[in-house]
């Protein structure tokens, strides 16, 4: 039986028999990790192990959200601390190539980090804008506020982790910095005009849609659908991810449990795959709804199984690296800054 078209989160740093048994009956696509399921690098290594040994593919996807700043699953003392995407900012302005090989460097070093574990997906970079706007979920996840900068550090760090053996996600495609409330606990509406969208948040996503993967917002764009958030939208999906933004990567949901959303976890899923989805994720291990996410996730097959086959073909190994060498430069280049990595 193929891998069906979601990706699945569990409760703890351990997998639970009722887990195991479930993934290995499910076949989730992939795998999340978060916090709560990471202790130590022996922990997280045999945990992502007995994940893939659960469906049966040692290439299965392992995901997680190590970003830098306050987005960062992998804590001390056992990891570094990185800075957020806004401090690569910053400094672009004054020096924009200095900027992006720091980005790179930050995001090869995780990379680095995550390989070691047996992580093969980093849900970065983040390609929203900052804005007056902007709520501070995204805040300075964000590069910056110009598209151009925006778009130009957000590749610098999916190369970085390219060149690392880990695969990036840019996200929040087609752009969450316009929203005033936060996705998790609602659903946004921007109202600003598809015009103005198309030159400055669709604008950053433009420039990097021939990234292997992309993560929705769950956020309503009311000049182009008012009835709907671009995850379960055909027409924010087909009209501006697929066509204005020219995106024909692998296309993942946010978490379907976010509040934005609404109804049953089956009308979820059928909702974010008939719009467009190629796969959906759910984060928060709750058994029930994982079990009702996939009842309703299909055979990841099609058009959506190319996508997915050709994410994966991406990956490579990765290239020789220094890595004590290359935190100290890193160190250097992010020095007198308020957004220094701690390594």
């Keep these: 039986m193929p891998a069906r078209a979601f990706i699945a989160g569990l409760a703890g740093c351990r997998l639970t028999a009722p887990e195991r048994e479930f993934f290995r009956d499910a076949k989730p696509w992939g795998f999340i990790l978060f916090a709560r399921n990471i202790e130590t690098p022996n922990q997280v290594r045999a945990l992502v192990g007995e994940l893939r040994e659960a469906v049966g593919r040692a290439d299965a996807p392992v995901l997680i959200d190590q970003e830098g700043g306050r987005v960062a699953r992998l804590r001390p003392p056992h990891w570094p601390v990185y800075p957020p995407a806004a401090?690569?900012?910053r400094r672009f302005a004054a020096a924009p190539d200095d900027a992006a090989a720091a980005a790179r460097l930050g995001a090869r070093l995780i990379a680095a980090d995550l390989a070691d574990l047996g992580i093969s997906v980093d849900c970065v970079p983040c390609a929203d804008l900052s804005l007056p706007e902007t709520h501070a979920v995204i805040g300075d996840r964000a590069y910056g506020s110009d598209p151009e900068t925006v778009a130009t550090l957000a590749r610098a760090a999916a190369d970085g982790l390219i060149e690392g053996g880990v695969l990036p996600i840019v996200k929040h495609i087609p752009g969450h910095g316009r929203a005033s409330a936060d996705s998790h606990l609602e659903l946004p509406v921007v109202t600003v005009a598809r015009a103005t969208l198309e030159a400055t948040d669709f604008a950053a996503f433009r420039k990097l849609a021939d990234l292997p993967m992309?993560?929705?917002?769950?956020?309503?764009?009311?000049?182009?659908?008012?009835?709907?958030?671009?995850?379960?939208?055909?027409?924010?999906?087909?009209?501006?991810v697929r066509g204005t933004i020219g995106f024909d990567g692998l296309l993942?949901?946010?978490?379907?449990?976010?509040?934005?959303?609404g109804g049953s976890f089956r009308d979820r899923v059928q909702a974010s795959i008939e719009a467009g989805c190629d796969i959906v994720l759910h984060c928060n291990g709750e058994m029930a709804e994982m079990a009702e996410v996939a009842a309703a996730a299909p055979p990841l097959a099609g058009r959506a199984g190319e996508r997915a086959a050709r994410a994966l073909a991406c990956a490579r190994p990765p290239a020789p690296f220094d890595a004590g060498g290359a935190r100290a430069a890193f160190s250097a280049m992010m020095a007198g800054g308020d957004g220094g990595a701690e390594t």
Excluded: C, N, Q
Aim: proline content about 8%.
């Design 252 to 261: 993942v949901t946010d978490d379907l449990s976010m509040k934005a959303l």
């Design 87 to 89: 401090a690569f900012g």
């Design 214 to 240: 992309a993560m929705t917002a769950h956020v309503v764009y009311a000049d182009i659908d008012p009835d709907a958030p671009a995850t379960t939208s055909p027409r924010v999906i087909g009209e501006v």
